[in-house]
């Protein structure tokens, strides 16, 4: 039997988790705006989106991802 992993999660729009709300290293995501959030060591809260202005993330850039997320 497949596990399902749910992690904390909002469907409105421009909703975003405070440092109280994660614990560090605990991610959350908004399915209405498309953005991943991640608490930091040092409390901060790292906003991860796809803005179709930019270019998509790097090699690099999903590497730091994962060394921060451990």
Known sequence: MANTLKIKRS???????????????????????GKLFLKKSDNSIVTINNDTNNPPATTGTVIALAIALG
């Open 11 to 33: 469907s409105n729009a421009g909703s975003a988790p405070s440092a109280s709300d994660l614990a560090h290293g605990e991610i959350a995501v908004n399915v209405a705006d």
